[in-house]
Each structure stands twice: as structure tokens, then as C-alpha cells.
T-cell receptor, first 114, second 115 residues
Framework: DVKVTQSSRYLVKRTGEKVFLECVQD?????MFWYRQDPGLGLRLIYF???????EKGDIPEGYSVSREKKERFSLILESASTNQTSMYLC?????????????FGSGTQLSVL | AQKVTQAQTEISVVEKEDVTLDCVYE???????LFWYKQPPSGELVFLIR??????QNEISGRYSWNFQKSTSSFNFTITASQVVDSAVYFC????????????FGTGTSLTVIP
């Protein structure tokens, strides 16, 4: 089975801190995604990547950056965390490129910015 | 504009009742894919089904069934004889052939099954 692992289940940070959310998948998937989930808003795409060192902005990239140095790892970076970035962050991966295959999700990281 | 609409925010049913979760989508592509995911309290979204736009056959998997109607742009999900373990948030999603890496999710329907 595909495993998508997010490094932390819960995280508490201070305003202004630099925050790294890590995601690793073990099935050699080409595509990786970062979403944030907020009540009443569903899942919103922050960034995605379809290859190493490639990245594409999603619907809400402001305040975030990403890094994909290795195929299996996709990191989400909050350069200077703010309270409005308190949210559940979900990482996902899928095989191939433009294949509309299903997404495999991690368990999520609940980030609280105080 | 919202590409996927799940108008039901929260639903509560008593165990063994049937329940239908609605999903309406919007796309101009002729080739697209529709998905349902389940998010239990543990947080991880679990894939339930994927349908392509050329296959309008309804599908049944145990107590779960899906009704795909292109004429009304709907892809509804029915749980028969609901159980407490069905309590979760359910998401409908759309992926278009032209933008295969992008998924558009609805806002989710929170289902509570009362014992």
C-alpha cells in the first residue's frame, strides 16, 4: 500500500516563526500536493509538484513556499507564520503525470499559530 | 466559481437509515473524473470511488452506491443501512483531463450516524 507520511500530527508555533511541514511518500509517485483544510471551505490547493525541483502554485500560495529536492519528499514552508495560517494541512501524492489518478493522502498536520 | 458543490454541510441519521450525500459539479471539459473520499476522525482522506465522464453506469459496493447523472451534473452517494462507523466527513472532487494534476474539492458533508 502507498504510504504518505507527514512528520507531525500536531504542531504549535509562534507568530513570525519559520515553519517546515514535511511529507514523504514511498511509492515513487510523480505528483505531490499540499492542501489546507478549513471548516466550511473544504480542501484548498496551496502548491503542487509533478517532478523533482518543479513546483506549481495552487489556489492559495500566498505566505507559503515549497521544496522538492527528492522525488519522495515534498516540504511546505511558512516563511513567517501568522495566526490565519492555523489550519489542517494535508499532503497527497499520485502516480504519473496528467493521469487523473486518485490521490493518496497523509494523516494531516494540525498547525496552530499563536 | 465553485466547481464542486456539496450543499449539505451536516447530516444526522439514525443507525440503519439510508442517507444520500449530494454532489453537483461544473465543468466544460468533455473528459473528466469524479471522486468521493471519506475522512474519518483520524484525519486521513480515504479514497472511495473514481468515475470517468464516459461511464454513467451506477455503481454499488456493499452498502455504498453512486448515482452519476451527466444531465444534471450530479454524482450522488448513498449509504444504505448506515452504521456508526460511517460517521465521517465526505468529500466529492472533480479532476479535468486538461488539468490532470488539479483536483477541485467540495466543502464536504459531515455525516453523523446516531446509534
Amino acid at each position: 500500500d502507498v504510504k504518505v507520511t507527514q512528520s507531525s500530527r500536531y504542531l504549535v508555533k509562534r507568530t513570525g516563526e519559520k515553519v517546515f511541514l514535511e511529507c514523504v511518500q514511498d511509492m515513487d509517485h510523480e505528483n505531490m500536493f499540499w492542501y489546507r483544510q478549513d471548516p466550511g471551505l473544504g480542501l484548498r490547493l496551496i502548491y503542487f509538484s509533478y517532478d523533482v525541483k518543479m513546483k506549481e502554485k495552487g489556489d492559495i500560495p500566498e505566505g507559503y513556499s515549497v521544496s522538492r529536492e527528492k522525488k519522495e519528499r515534498f516540504s511546505l514552508i511558512l516563511e513567517s507564520a501568522s495566526t490565519n495560517q492555523t489550519s489542517m494541512y494535508l499532503c497527497a501524492s499520485s502516480p504519473g503525470a496528467a493521469t487523473n489518478e486518485k490521490l493518496f493522502f497523509g494523516s494531516g498536520t494540525q498547525l496552530s499559530v499563536l | 466559481a465553485q466547481k464542486v458543490t456539496q450543499a449539505q454541510t451536516e447530516i444526522s441519521v439514525v443507525e440503519k437509515e439510508d442517507v444520500t450525500l449530494d454532489c453537483v459539479y461544473e465543468t466544460r471539459d468533455t473528459t473528466y473524473y469524479l471522486f468521493w473520499y471519506k475522512q474519518p476522525p483520524s484525519g486521513e482522506l480515504v479514497f472511495l470511488i473514481r468515475r470517468n465522464s464516459f461511464d454513467e453506469q451506477n455503481e454499488i459496493s456493499g452498502r455504498y452506491s453512486w448515482n452519476f447523472q451527466k444531465s444534471t451534473s450530479s454524482f450522488n452517494f448513498t449509504i444504505t443501512a448506515s452504521q456508526v462507523v460511517d460517521s465521517a466527513v465526505y468529500f466529492c472532487a472533480l479532476s479535468e483531463a486538461g488539468t490532470g494534476n488539479q483536483f477541485y474539492f467540495g466543502t464536504g458533508t459531515s455525516l453523523t450516524v446516531i446509534p
